[in-house]
Structures are given as structure tokens and as C-alpha cells.
């Protein structure tokens, strides 16, 4: 199973941007599902889980403003992030993990400029 993430940018301090990561096949209809972030010269870090069964789980960082949903009919998963901060700007991977399955997709970048 392949992920494709998309829908990082620039965006001012204060913005909105809507990842998406697009399944090959319908794994997160059966899987968990997971978005990560990297800041330059950082460990990569969990931001937002969903399980199979709907219950999402976030960061302390991005609690009230970053949503992550699921759409398993399109196989995508989204990371909606509202009131941006400088301290947000990294490289965004979703993972969809099952057991011992676990899928990465390419990354998206998102730049939040003061």
C-alpha cells in the first residue's frame, strides 16, 4: 500500500491548511491512521492519531487546533490545522499501522512564517 501526502505550504502565522494523505488501496478503513511531523534538526514526533474505530488522540501542541478525519470511501486521511504558529512549520508524514503493518507516505511540507 502506497500513501501520498499533500497540501503543505506557506502560510502566515494565524492560517489554515488542510493535509491530505490518499491510500492506494482501503487500508484506513481497517487500520489506525497517524500524522507526524519533522522540524529541521528535531526527532520526528507524533501530532495526531485516529483509530479503526473512530477515537482520535493529539499532541498537547496542536490540542484545539489541529483535527485529523478519515474518509474511508476516498481511502483519505486528512490533518486540518487552523491558528498556525511558526513553531508548526515541519515536514508532515501520515502512517496508517495495523499489527505489524505499518505504511509511511512521502511527506508534505508546511512553512508558517511569522
Known amino acids: 500500500v502506497q500513501l501520498q501526502a499533500s497540501g503543505g505550504g506557506l502560510v502566515q502565522a494565524g492560517g489554515s491548511l488542510r493535509l491530505s494523505c490518499v491510500a492506494s488501496g482501503s487500508i484506513f478503513s481497517g487500520a489506525s491512521a497517524a500524522w507526524y511531523r519533522q522540524a529541521p534538526g528535531k526527532q520526528r514526533e507524533l501530532v495526531a492519531t485516529?483509530?479503526?474505530?473512530?477515537?482520535?488522540n493529539y499532541a498537547d501542541s496542536v490540542k484545539g487546533r489541529f483535527t485529523i478525519s478519515r474518509d474511508n470511501a476516498k481511502n483519505t486521511v486528512y490533518l486540518q490545522m487552523n491558528s498556525l504558529k511558526p513553531e508548526d512549520t515541519a515536514v508532515y508524514y501520515c502512517?496508517?499501522?495495523?499489527?505489524?503493518?505499518?505504511?509511511w507516505g512521502q511527506g508534505t511540507l508546511v512553512t508558517v512564517s511569522s
Open positions: 502512517n496508517a499501522f495495523k499489527g505489524l503493518m505499518s505504511s
Open positions: 485516529m483509530s479503526r474505530g473512530g477515537v482520535t
